[in-house]
């Protein structure tokens, strides 16, 4: 009685004991979207009348807004951008003041803190900044 227990017990654990340790279960990406904006009215706040700015250069982080950029993408026409993210974590976005053309200034926060959860779609308050003396 108990060989028959022994063996049903190793055939239950036999496909665990079979898996190799590079089988590892990766968590499913994440995207952080966000835009960048002409802030005409110099209001901190995205109006619909205020059109993207395209080709800003974008920047993400693992610990903090400055160092070295684990990815840098630029805006597209309207504005708009995406990372995919493969792992879940805290990052930050930042804006590459360099790349922004034209005289503009911040009229938003130029670094934003995410918190990225496996799977998941954050979408950042856009970046916002207005010619200068505008």
């Not at 960048?36 to 993207?52: H, I, L, R, S």
């Not at 400055?66 to 930050?92: C, L, R």
């Amino acid at each position: 009685m108990k060989l028959s227990k022994l063996l049903t017990l190793m055939f239950l654990l036999a496909p665990l004991l079979a898996a190799s340790d590079d089988q590892v279960v990766k968590a499913e990406p994440g995207t952080i979207n966000g835009s960048v904006y002409c802030d005409q009215n110099q209001d901190g706040k995205c109006d619909c009348e205020e059109g993207g700015l395209k080709d800003i250069h974008i920047q993400i982080f693992s610990e903090h807004c400055g160092g070295t950029a684990m990815q840098t993408i630029h805006t597209d026409k309207e504005g708009n951008f995406s990372f995919h993210i493969p792992e879940p974590g805290q990052y930050f976005v930042m804006v590459d003041l360099d790349y922004v053309c034209g005289g503009r200034v911040p009229t938003t926060s130029v670094c934003q803190e995410v918190v990225l959860a496996a799977g998941e779609t954050v979408t950042l308050i856009p970046f916002g900044y207005s010619s200068i003396g505008q």
